[in-house]
């Protein structure tokens, strides 16, 4: 009885760390199929690269992609760059220019890290032509640069362009960052998306 209470506790601690938990779950069923599903649930590591299907367009910035390695569908958000909320003016041309360039096409992403509610931030090229998604949604002008206090954004000069060339939401005036429209009417909520 002792051994058993043994292996339990053993099994128990093994729930907190899932690289035990699949070791050990392969050594007690002795198949690969266990440590295959269990790898699923896993996320990509930060820095490494792989090939996706986009299958939703949720705005300018926010994508959902079915990697072609495990099936998996993950919710991705544009490196780089802001594009307006979709309940915000400009938000729904916004996702329009997204799709254009992206649905139903094979991406290589290379998640970068992992915000607070588990989205994976990506670098985003379309494998057919190593288009820079994010880069084309700023030069476009439906997307700004993400900056940090006096530092330029990686997308400057694309912004910069199409603010000259009245491109996109560069060619409104009144229109306000999506973080200034957040603090000012707080998140969409589900009853945007769901109207979409």
């Not at 299958?55 to 780089?80: F, M, N, P, Q």
């Not at 700023?138 to 060339?165: D, I």
Request: charged share 25%; with cysteine.
């Amino acid at each position: 009885m002792s051994s058993f209470v043994s292996l339990f506790t053993f099994v128990a601690s093994t729930a907190r760390r899932p690289d035990l938990f699949r070791c050990l779950s392969a050594l007690v069923l002795g198949g690969s199929a266990v440590v295959a599903s269990a790898q699923e649930g896993a996320r990509p590591r930060a820095g490494q690269s792989w090939v996706a299907e986009v299958t939703y367009v949720v705005d300018g910035d926010s994508i959902w992609v079915r990697s072609e390695a495990d099936g998996r569908r993950r919710k991705l958000r544009l490196e780089g760059v802001d594009a307006p909320e979709i309940c915000q003016t400009h938000g729904p041309e916004a996702r329009a220019a997204m799709q254009a360039l992206v649905q139903g096409e094979r991406m290589r992403i290379t998640v970068r890290a992992y915000d607070r509610f588990g989205r994976g931030i990506a670098s985003v090229r379309r494998a057919s032509d190593e288009l820079d998604i994010a880069g084309a949604m700023v030069a476009q002008g439906w997307a700004w640069t993400n900056t940090y206090k006096s530092r330029r954004g990686k997308y400057w000069r694309e912004e910069a362009l199409a603010r000259e060339q009245g491109k996109g939401l560069f060619n409104d005036s009144s229109a306000i960052s999506p973080t200034d429209f957040r603090l000012k009417h707080g998140p969409c909520g589900a009853k945007a998306y769901s109207q979409l």
